[in-house]
């Protein structure tokens, strides 16, 4: 064999166990969402799951005060109809690969279907994590509508085939016996 083709498969051998080449599944998203589910996780090994969910509510509420300002102003309002809103919550999980879809809207109420999490399978037995998706959208809604309470009645995180988010715009008799989280204008409780 000639020494120009021994150097080509050294070339090849070589580029093969190198570092750069190295068949590992990492890049900015997947180690994204790789910290946030560890983070969520010693959270909630820590300090347990309500108080985990608390932390994460935090961050969900701050996100969704940004991402409600960035939509006034990209539509040049000052408030977003609900019929707004309802078209916020689904673009803004479409933009960030989430699979939500309205199944049902009234005045008292939004009901949203997901079919894939924005975290992926990082979400698995993250609950916590779902607090994301309760505080942007409680924190939208009620900024401009006054009021909301969000609950997840079906999540990925649990296991379950999608994923379930009613939220309530009124105060009424459904939304006190309902389990989720109140938010008001200016506020969340």
Do not use: W
Request: charged residues 25%.
């Amino acid at each position: 064999m000639n020494r120009a083709i021994e150097d080509k498969i050294e070339d090849k051998i070589e580029d093969k166990n190198s570092i750069n080449s190295a068949d590992v599944s990492l890049h900015r998203d997947i180690f994204l969402r790789t910290l946030i589910r560890e983070l969520s996780g010693t959270l909630q090994e820590v300090v347990g799951l309500e108080e985990a969910s608390g932390f994460i509510s935090v961050v969900g509420q701050k996100m969704g005060q940004q991402i409600n300002r960035e939509y006034k102003s990209a539509l040049a309002v000052n408030n977003l109809s609900r019929q707004q809103v309802t078209e916020v919550l689904v673009d803004l999980k479409k933009r960030i690969q989430g699979d939500f879809y309205l199944i049902e809207e009234s005045e008292e109420k939004l009901v949203f279907g997901n079919r894939v999490c924005p975290f992926g399978d990082k979400v698995q037995n993250r609950s916590s994590m779902c607090m994301m998706t309760s505080n942007v959208f409680g924190s939208i809604a009620a900024e401009n509508l006054g009021y909301a309470k969000v609950e997840l009645q079906q999540t990925l995180a649990l296991g379950d085939l999608g994923c379930t988010v009613v939220v309530y715009l009124q105060a009424t008799e459904d939304a006190e016996d309902a389990e989720g989280r109140e938010y008001f204008r200016g506020v969340q409780a």
